[in-house]
């Protein structure tokens, strides 16, 4: 049945589809869940049951559940399919594991951070003398 596969000759039984997958009636191995989607539980029976990636996670092919993205990355749109999520927080700005915007959280007045991908405040640099850096 939709939802089991067997992968050896001359058995009766079926085995229930396994999570990050699905499988189709008659189906002799799981087809693993796109990347850019996860299967969150077993038995999906279409490819169409695997949920869509949501904001600030990933998800590679045949995914049980999403990833976040790794602090100083973003991912402001669904259905990332690697670890690199949408790309790196921007500069002035830092970003916590699972950000959904590149510019999740500015460095104070006063402190500044040429580098794309940071991840926490302490990338963040106080302006020298002389200088001024507002809340970007």
Known sequence: PAGE???ESRK???INCPQGSWC???ATVP???LAGSYGPQGGLVHKGQCLPCPI????VRGAKEPSLCAAGRYGDVPNQTSAQCVG???AGH????GSTSATAAACKAGEFN???GATSAASCQRCSVGSFAGQA
């Open 114 to 116: 040429p580098s794309q």
């Open 5 to 7: 596969f067997q992968d």
């Open 31 to 33: 087809i693993l869940c």
């Open 88 to 90: 790196p927080c921007a």
């Open 24 to 26: 189709s009636t008659g």
């Open 12 to 14: 009766s039984g079926c």
């Open 94 to 97: 830092w970003c916590k594991v």
């Open 56 to 59: 600030g996670r990933f998800c």
